[in-house]
């Protein structure tokens, strides 16, 4: 580990801290109907939109009516975007003239895209039509981040209202999300990545002369900085090229690198703030991003040290292992030598601790314990900062489960913000925190009992476990990363992610909506002296506590026989 | 008397108590009744299971060895039966209480009438017929001596009747038909005269059979809260059911890989989803709800709801009845305001003749404080040959609303301020404005004033005072900090009001309370999210009763009140709510801190039996064991040893229940996690490592 590598990792905190107020309080304007720095411009085009599609802004919708809506648009999503791939080579735009996609890839895409998890069973670059990049993924690059935040404005609204049945209006929150946060911050982030060089055009290819034997290579292009900015900017993921943001034309240079970071954690971050601006108590807000921070901090140190320490086999043979000043030392398999080791374990960390999935090196060629950083933060639920929306509805869920406790331990019926957690509260808690776990540890199991599921494995023992626990676990979490290693373009592979991308989404919403119509109904109780304080330090650490404890004690004995004993090997117990 | 049991038969009790229930952990095992607790019914299922895998290892095609899974096979049985235990302990306390209170009311005879009684003379035909035959709306009579058979309401007759059965007070109290004390409880003696009752409920339906009904796990109705925590419970075992299920397939292939090892066994399996799923918090939950109510009867309350007892500890406002709850019963003259140039003595003097004959608590306290302040002794004067007519006493009525005495020509009166002002102007004077004054004073500092005339000439004021109950300020700062507020209620004007709730450190007060008021506060409370406590006596009290959360109503008190209550003091003392909100809050409190002992206790399982099974295939993995257990079967018998041990040893937790402390949510929060989070993660350790040292040293392993 050097000061630089530390420095480096340090900037990028301070950086994204600064934006959580100013971004906050403008999404606070946005989804609250107020009046913001760009509703002049973009009111007018707003109302349009509403009034074409017969929408009525100031209706109100209850849990049920807004989830119908969430579900009939991604399932209309889903069938739009399957049906793209499948006819793709009938369609303009397909310029290297690409064929249908098979059935079972197009359906695993099409529900990865649309659930915002964005894994890719498929190289982008040498399967996907443009006119199918632009169309089918891009535009729900944009749908399912606004989806994501729609759910959380839905929450939030049961949380801050009270007896009520209504959460909002969902059409009108798409559009906002989209217009008024999604589409300018793309904007201004696909402009500084062209800048950076970022490649922006329709040209299919470029053909490059080799300097080895004279030889020539096609060079992939495409309206590439278009489609990464909201791949990050809605914690996306999927690439357009199959390499990702280890690309150099996707993601040139430091500076770059860094501005993807901060974009796909910006708008979850500053999410908490909107929280605290909508239910009029900012500190809950900021209480709950410094548990999301503390985590994300804890975590990406790990990663650091672990792959900086590199790997003790090669010390044996007389690496030399040590940084300096022609080398950044450590583990530098798999990463990119533009990054090196830090910038690179703090992108792995950010990447999987948001529901993004962008990969900027392989995670696959990580230390056991540097990949066990990856496998971990998707494996609490994504809930250190999150997705734009899921990160932090699911981290909502772990406060009323801390509440609960706490709350008991206090002497009072539990209650979080006023609103009384009682048996329904529970039920909706306890069935989201159980999903997860069930999800990724039965197919797992599943998987590696199977032949179908064994075939597909690279590396056998402890570090093919690790490879299938670490794609059940990005579906399932609807993340989007891949390990690596794990050949997942099988029929098994993908109809199987295909629904733990469904369930793992949309169960989730529909809980959370439930959960959100629940808190909505109930009366609010106003705080005294016995009330549990959810905004002290106590409590943020209690609740970093919960997550650990609920998200590690599932996946432990799992992660005992797959990262850590393949540590343990390594270093040679 | 039931709480004040004797030591000597309270130890007997205890070690029979103890067999009862172990004779019951035993007969609780019928599955049917341990589906209740699913997080008890998997450990059941699970010790079935090794049963049967033990059974197979008998005859000689094991997957362990015999000794391995029988000792298992037995510390998981015993985790089970330990939990009823806990459980039937706890319903065997609560029994023993309730069946001290309901035994006086056994065998007893009713005289039962023919149907509803008419007129006003003592019945002198009916039927002795055994108490349990008596039916709601029967009527019976009791005359002295008598224990009466029912609970039920008087209708005619009055009579001293002996609570001390169910109170533990000695003093008889007179019940009577009519007003607010015509309520009468089975089980309590006659001592005088006789009464004419009408039974209120049949039997097995009184307040002490729905109370039986709450110590009784199979038959107690799970509270909200309670559900609750068995979701998350219950969420927590599917969890590490799959968990547990899916490191087979885990295993087979890593062993595949590996190339060397066996496959975890279906015994080891089982030990670890005992050890991971919440046995300690799921074993112990049924007996910390039930001692609840336990502790409650401990304090002469019955509970008809568990609900209720839940809801007292999130009550936000206490409503106190001003007399009786913070002032003593009575106001009590405290000084003699002398005015027109009168002393002080001759003010005593002439009050206390006025009050000669006055038998209200007030009147007697105005005899007393002249004699102890003058040593003025009130005398009788008997007809004489100055005073023929001797002293002729005027009672108060409603009319007159005055008393005083008649003596040698004189008139001694006194009265509140607004009737002897009258009096005075009727007799052709003004009303000095120094009496005024006077007057006004003793009002605005919370006494009630008696102006003192002699022939209508005012000669000054008797100041009586509520006298608040001494150690009430340092309680109601006590609720203070356990967010709490407490609002007095009373029918006094708002100055007195004002001026007793300050003395007494109340956070506010309703003055002039009249039922529909008291109803109207409740409402707003309510409306504003709050949950409010009150306790009442009176049938004008049940309607504020029945809209209150919590609602104590006095023992003594009328039918009305006692059905719109929830809770049934039996003791009638209005200062009890305190201690019922520190009950419920008790019972919450020991359910979160149970929950978090037995999370955190999962930590230091995992560091133990993960390296113990999978020793053969991974052998690196033993790193993790750094507690150095003697071999992995130890490992393993030592943690579902400590699983079930820890059970038996957080029984006396959960019957008393965690220490409630009145010092605010954060440092509570803040203690608890430090005593039951950090003591969870660290007390396994400790303990496994010594069940496995204890292990080696009996040569067990």
């Known amino acids: 580990m050097t000061m630089h590598g530390w420095l480096q990792i340090l900037i990028y905190f301070v950086i994204l801290v600064l934006t959580v107020k100013p971004l906050g309080a403008y999404m606070a304007q946005v989804y609250q109907g107020k009046a913001s720095l760009l509703s002049p411009i973009l009111g007018g085009l707003e109302h349009r939109f509403y009034r074409i599609a017969g929408v009525h802004p100031d209706e109100e919708m209850n849990w049920k009516t807004y989830a119908i809506a969430v579900l009939a648009f991604s399932l209309v999503g889903v069938a739009f975007l399957y049906l793209l791939q499948r006819i793709q080579h009938l369609l303009p735009l397909n310029p290297a003239g690409f064929g249908a996609v098979a059935p079972d890839l197009a359906l695993n895409t099409a529900v990865s895209f649309v659930t915002n998890t964005n894994w890719q069973s498929y190289g982008g670059e040498t399967t996907m039509s443009l006119l199918t990049q632009m169309m089918g993924m891009t535009v729900q690059n944009f749908a399912s981040a606004a989806v994501g935040i729609a759910v959380l404005m839905a929450l939030i609204r049961g949380l801050s209202r009270h007896q009520t049945d209504g959460l909002g209006n969902f059409w009108v929150d798409l559009t906002r999300g989209t217009l008024y946060i999604l589409l300018p911050l793309s904007i201004l982030l696909a402009v500084l990545l062209v800048s950076l060089g970022t490649v922006q055009t329709l040209a299919p290819s470029a053909t490059v002369r080799l300097l080895e034997n004279g030889g020539e290579q096609a060079i992939a292009l495409g309206p590439v900085a278009s489609q990464t900015a909201i791949k990050h900017i809605g914690t996306n993921g999927g690439g357009f090229f199959n390499a990702n943001s280890a690309h150099p034309l996707e993601n040139p240079t430091p500076i770059s690198n860094l501005l993807l970071m901060l974009a796909e954690t910006i708008i979850p971050a500053a999410l908490t703030y909107t929280y605290g601006v909508m239910i009029k108590d900012t500190r809950q807000g900021w209480a709950i991003l410094a548990a999301m921070l503390f985590l994300l901090v804890a975590f990406t140190g790990l990663a650091y040290s672990a792959e900086a320490a590199g790997n003790p086999g090669l010390v044996a043979l007389g690496a030399d292992h040590t940084p300096g000043e022609w080398q950044p030392g450590g583990n530098m398999e798999g990463k990119e030598l533009r990054f090196g080791i830090a910038p690179s374990a703090l992108f792995a960390s950010i990447t999987t601790a948001t529901s993004s999935g962008a990969v900027n090196s392989t995670h696959d060629s990580f230390t056991p314990l540097g990949g066990m950083v990856t496998l971990v933060l998707m494996q609490l639920g994504e809930v250190a900062l999150g997705g734009v929306g899921s990160g932090l509805y699911g981290m909502l869920v772990f406060v009323l489960v801390a509440v609960f406790v706490a709350g008991l331990m206090v002497g009072r019926t539990p209650e979080y913000l006023g609103k009384k957690i009682e048996p329904f509260e529970m039920k909706m808690a306890a069935l989201l925190i159980l999903l997860m776990p069930l999800l990724v540890l039965g197919l797992t199991g599943l998987a590696v009992s199977i032949d179908a599921g064994t075939s597909s494995i690279s590396n056998p023992g402890s570090h093919g476990i690790s490879q299938v626990l670490y794609a059940f676990t990005s579906q399932s979490n609807n993340n989007g990363s891949a390990f690596g290693g794990l050949s997942s373009n099988t029929p098994f592979y993908n109809y199987a992610g295909a629904a733990a991308m469904l369930i793992g989404r949309f169960w989730v919403i529909l809980l959370t909506l439930a959960l959100a119509g629940s808190l909505a109904g109930k009366k609010k109780v106003p705080a005294g002296a016995g009330t549990l304080p959810t905004a002290s330090p106590l409590f943020v650490g209690w609740l970093i506590v919960v997550v650990l404890v609920v998200g590690a004690l599932n996946f432990l004995p799992a992660l005992a026989l797959g990262p850590v004993i393949e540590h343990l090997l390594m270093a040679g117990v | ?34 589906v209740r607790n699913p997080v008890m019914f998997v450990v059941e299922v699970g010790s079935l299971i090794t049963t049967g895998l033990w059974l197979q290892a008998l005859l000689g095609n094991g997957e362990a060895p015999v000794g391995f899974i029988g000792a298992i096979t037995c510390w998981l049985w015993f985790t ?46 009916y039927e002795l017929t055994p108490s349990t035959h008596l039916r709601q709306g029967d009527c019976f009579l009791v005359e002295m001596g008598d224990v009466l058979p029912a609970d039920g309401e008087v ?67 799970k509270t909200p809260n309670e559900i609750a925590l068995n979701i998350l419970l219950g969420s927590f075992t599917i969890i590490f059911l799959v968990v547990c299920i899916t490191l087979l397939p885990f295993s087979l292939f890593s062993v595949k890989s590996a190339g060397q090892g066996i496959p975890i066994t279906i015994t080891v399996l089982v030990a670890l989803l005992a050890c991971l799923i919440p046995t300690t918090i799921g074993g112990l939950l049924s007996a910390i709800g039930i001692a609840g109510m336990d502790r409650l009867i401990q304090r002469n309350v019955i509970a008809l709801s568990g609900r209720a007892v839940e809801a007292a500890g999130d009550v936000d406002v206490l409503l106190l009845d001003k007399t009786g709850t913070i002032t003593l019963g009575n106001r009590q003259a405290v000084a003699f305001l002398p005015i027109n140039g009168m002393t002080e003595y001759a003010l005593a003097e002439v009050a206390q003749m006025a009050s000669l004959a006055d038998e209200t608590p007030e009147g007697r306290s105005i005899v007393v404080l002249a004699k102890e302040k003058y040593n003025l002794r009130g005398r009788t004067v008997s007809p004489s040959e100055q005073n023929p007519e001797g002293m002729r006493f005027i009672t108060f009525t409603a009319q007159t609303r005055m008393s005083g005495v008649d003596l040698d020509h004189t008139r001694i009166r006194k009265g509140a301020p607004d009737t002897m002002f009258s009096l005075i102007e009727d007799a052709g004077q003004p009303v000095a404005p120094e009496l005024r004054s006077i007057v006004d004073g003793v009002a605005n500092s919370g006494g009630t004033p008696l102006v003192v005339t002699r022939n209508e000439v005012p000669l000054g004021v008797i100041n009586l005072k509520d006298i608040v109950k001494g150690g009430l300020n340092e309680r109601f700062a006590q609720l203070r900090r356990m967010g709490i507020k407490t609002v007095m209620i009373t029918g006094d004007n708002p100055l007195t009001a004002a001026a007793i709730a300050a003395e007494a450190g109340v956070d506010d007060f309703m003055a002039q309370a009249t039922p529909e008021n008291k109803l109207k506060l409740i409402r707003t409370y309510q409306a504003e999210g709050r949950l409010v406590a009150m306790t009442g006596d009176g049938t004008n009290d049940a309607p504020a009763l029945a809209q209150a959360d919590v609602a104590v109503a006095m023992n003594t008190g009328t039918q009305p009140a006692r059905e719109a209550a929830n809770m049934i003091d039996l003791e009638s003392n209005p200062t009890k709510l305190i201690e019922i909100v520190e009950i419920g809050k008790q019972l919450l409190m020991t359910r979160g801190a149970l929950t978090t002992f037995s999370i955190a206790n999962d930590v230091a399982k995992y560091f133990v039996i993960i390296p113990a099974a999978f020793a053969s295939t991974y052998p690196s993995l033993g790193v993790l064991n750094f507690m150095r257990l003697a071999t992995p079967e130890s490992a393993i018998l030592s943690a579902v040893m400590f699983n079930a041990l820890i059970i038996v040893a957080l029984i006396p937790v959960a019957l008393k229940g965690v220490p409630y402390r009145a010092v605010g949510a954060s440092r509570l929060l803040r203690d608890n996690l430090l005593i039951y989070g950090l003591g969870g993660l660290i007390a396994p350790f400790i303990g496994i490592k010594l069940i496995d040292w204890l292990l080696v040293i009996m040569g067990l392993v």
Request: net charge positive; proline share 3%; no cysteine.
């Open chain 2, 155 to 221: 209708v005619l007759g009055i009579a001293s009747v002996d609570e001390s059965a169910i109170t533990g007070e000695s003093a008889p109290v007179i019940r009577e038909s009519g007003g607010d004390r015509s309520a009468v409880t089975g089980g309590t003696r006659l001592l005088s005269d006789w009464l004419v009752v009408k039974v209120s409920a049949n039997p097995g339906e009184g307040v002490l059979d729905q109370m039986i009904g709450l110590v009784e796990g199979a038959k107690r109705a």
């Open chain 2, 80 to 125: 089970v039966l330990f939990a009823n235990f806990s459980e039937a302990l706890a319903e065997g306390r609560g029994k023993a209480q309730a069946e001290a209170l309901r035994k006086t009311r056994k065998d007893t005879m009713a005289k039962k009438l023919a149907g509803a009684h008419a007129g006003e003379k003592k019945p002198d035909r």
């Open chain 2, 1 to 34: 008397m039931i709480g004040h049991t004797e030591p000597k038969d309270q130890k007997f009790i205890k070690a029979k108590m103890i067999r009862q229930a172990a004779m019951d952990a035993v007969l609780k095992l019928d599955p049917r009744r341990m």
